[in-house]
């Protein structure tokens, strides 16, 4: 994969011709400037973790950690909250400044992409696995969030 910090110079001058991800992209990075053409394809794309320093944790009272652990759900809500209201103001933005194309996947577009990208959902689910973790459990639980927030 490439950094996000270096994909609008890749996008310039040519060595990638597209990029997957979230529409706060297009102002936050810029994109909107080099990146005329934007398809939805209603993907997660909102990879956020707030981490620390092992020690430092371990160093922290045991009812300070219990009350970090206990925000995840919290700060998950609130992280979605913020980047779909983030999007929806770079979208206006990027279509007002940069008069940008956006396009959304047809299902059966989607259908297709769908199944090209299978064997790359194949393989994380192995390696997920692997490493112990309930793969299909997550997207599962992944694809249930969605649908329900997808409501509002």
């Known amino acids: 994969g490439m950094p996000q910090s270096e994909t609008p110079e890749a996008l310039q001058k ?22 005329k053409y934007v398809t ?4 997660p794309v909102y990879p956020f973790a707030v981490v620390m320093n092992m020690d430092k944790w371990n160093s922290l009272p045991k009812d300070v950690q219990k009350v970090m ?32 194309e956006i396009t959304k996947l047809t299902k059966k577009e989607l ?29 599962r639980d992944i694809r249930v969030a969605k649908e329900y927030h997808s409501r509002f």
């Open 14 to 35: 040519g060595i990638v011709q597209g990029a997957a991800s979230s529409l706060e992209t297009l102002m936050d990075f810029k994109y909107a400037e080099i990146c």
């Open 40 to 43: 939805i394809f209603n993907g």
């Open 69 to 100: 652990d206990g925000l995840g759900i919290e700060q998950a809500f609130w992280t979605g909250n913020y980047m779909d209201k983030r999007v929806v103001k770079s979208v206006e933005w990027s279509k007002k400044n940069h008069n940008i």
């Open 111 to 139: 259908a297709t992409w769908n199944k090209l990208l299978r064997p790359l959902k194949d393989k994380w689910i192995t390696k997920a696995k692997a490493k112990g973790l309930p793969a299909r459990a997550i997207l």
